[in-house]
């Protein structure tokens, strides 16, 4: 290591004594050490260790009146869940101030360009919430690509051709930089966006503006893991965190900061209720019915199989409604059919659902697909996000927590009441033990025979081929999928 040089009282410059030189060396050293270790330290800070940041930055009078105003919203049954709804409300808080920083022309940059068209719509949003926590590490404030430039959002295509189609912006920054840029105004990002520094985890910590590149700007170097590269340095910076939280208090977090729906989509969640004649009080089974062109990762789940569940925690929570999420058309007729003479109405957004997974510009080649306009993306997009709208009032959810989008669902579900939702996942997911942990354990099943709390001990039934009902299970009766 390079030491400074000295100067003696004759003015005579030299190196000193060799115990002098070893003494610098050892000074300079315990430095860095000590700089590496607090990076270190900063990158991979825990969720769990994320109210010490909290505290220290919210005034106590701050946190006790976002306390005190919670609490007012809380019924005296509820009052036992508002430590976790006071915790959630507080990382929030601190992941809104990242994001929202005082000056936008002093702040750090990830800018994330829109995915490919390989990635679907939960997938994205999903993959959103774990840039979100990097650029909270390395704070950083996190722009989307679209609401920069001509670059249009995959999910809609007319104005303004981004996430704000559906969603407030997570950032005011975003309209600031966009305006200094048409006046002239000197701000930190680059004339030209595709000369961004391109993302790379620690390796571009020091870099006051990077991008991750995907779909209008492809990597440099192609390379199709970088997506998973990128995923893979979420799940270290925040393993340790999740020992505490669980991974959907995280993800509730975020779907509150970056996924606030604007006025007018809720607006058309509170017609589609009134068009099925819904009082404001009541609630859903949600149940995703994920299958389109999922055959060609898994097997699908039958449609009896996710009905027998949807109506076994229908009749334990009193419940009288189904919310179906589903891409496929058949699905729709199936699951009103197997629910026919039961009190449970099957409801679902109506459009016209494609033969397939259109949105997936390699199965349409893979499996003859039909190809379609942007009007039906702009279809999909918009009965995707009508559904997280909805799927807020859920008491349970029915499905495969594999699918990102079902992660979605019950994220905003989480957000909205501010506690874990019950989930029966008839089959077990990919990097999802860690989603509700401790107690909360207890509000999820991946066991197709055994609902999830407070409904484990509730009966199901089981599928009668020849009727095609579901009947009151009897004893050595084992459950029937579709033949």
């Not at 004339?191 to 910590?205: F, I, K, M, Q, Y």
């Not at 097997?299 to 009896?304: C, D, G, L, N, T």
């Not at 279809?379 to 079902?406: C, E, K, M, P, W």
Request: glycine fraction near 4%; aromatic fraction near 10%; charge should be positive.
């Amino acid at each position: 290591m390079r030491v400074m040089r000295v100067r003696t009282e004759q003015g005579r410059g030299h190196w000193g004594s060799g115990g002098t030189q070893w003494i610098t060396r050892a000074v300079w050293f315990v430095t860095w050490a000590l700089v590496v270790a607090l990076l270190v330290h900063e990158l991979r800070a825990p969720l769990g260790a994320m109210k010490v940041v909290i505290n220290a930055n919210i005034p106590d009078t701050e946190a006790d009146a976002m306390t005190a105003a919670h609490q007012s919203t809380q019924s005296s049954q509820e009052r036992s869940a508002l430590s976790e709804a006071s915790e959630l409300d507080r990382v929030t808080a601190s992941l809104i101030r990242v994001q929202n920083p005082p000056d936008c022309f002093k702040s750090r940059y990830l800018i994330l360009d829109d995915f490919t068209d390989e990635s679907g719509f939960g997938f994205g949003l999903i993959t959103i919430y774990k840039f979100l926590y990097v650029a909270h590490l390395e704070r950083r404030v996190l722009l989307f690509l679209s609401s920069l430039g001509p670059y249009p959002w995959r999910w809609c295509h007319r104005p303004p051709r981004s996430m704000a189609c559906f969603f407030e912006e997570s950032s005011y920054c975003a309209e600031e930089l966009k305006f200094a840029n048409t006046t002239g105004r000197k701000h930190p990002l680059p004339p030209r966006l595709e000369d961004a520094v391109e993302w790379n985890g620690a390796s571009t910590l020091s870099e006051p503006v990077v991008i991750f590149r995907q779909r209008h700007m492809p990597p440099r170097r192609p390379n199709r893991r970088a997506l998973y590269r990128a995923w893979q340095y979420f799940e270290r910076t925040l393993r340790n965190g999740l020992q505490r939280y669980g991974r959907f208090f995280y993800y509730a977090a975020a779907h509150r900061v970056l996924f606030r729906p604007r006025s007018w989509v809720e607006r058309a969640a509170v017609a589609q209720r009134q068009r099925w004649q819904l009082q404001p009080g009541d609630r859903f089974v949600v149940v995703h019915a994920r299958h389109g062109s999922k055959h060609t990762e898994q097997r699908h789940i039958a449609v009896p199989q996710l009905m027998r569940s949807a109506l076994g925690l229908s009749e334990c929570l009193d419940v009288h409604d189904v919310l179906l999420v589903t891409e496929t058309q058949n699905v729709t007729h199936r699951a009103r059919h197997i629910l026919r003479n039961t009190p449970t109405h099957v409801r679902f957004t109506e459009y016209e659902r494609p033969r397939g997974d259109v949105w997936n510009s390699r199965l349409v080649k893979q499996l003859h697909l039909p190809p379609v306009n942007d009007s039906m993306i702009d279809t999909i997009a918009y009965h995707s996000v009508l559904n997280v709208v909805l799927a807020r009032d859920a008491v349970a959810f029915v499905g495969t927590i594999q699918s990102a989008y079902l992660k979605l669902l019950v994220s905003s579900a989480y957000a909205w009441q501010g506690r874990p939702v019950s989930i029966h996942s008839l089959r077990s997911g990919w990097r999802i033990a860690d989603g509700y942990v401790g107690e909360e354990r207890k509000y999820w099943s991946f066991n197709a025979s055994r609902l999830p709390h407070p409904c484990a001990d509730a009966p199901l039934r089981v599928y009668d081929p020849r009727s095609q009902w579901l009947v009151p299970e009897t004893r050595g009766h084992p459950p029937k999928n579709d033949p």
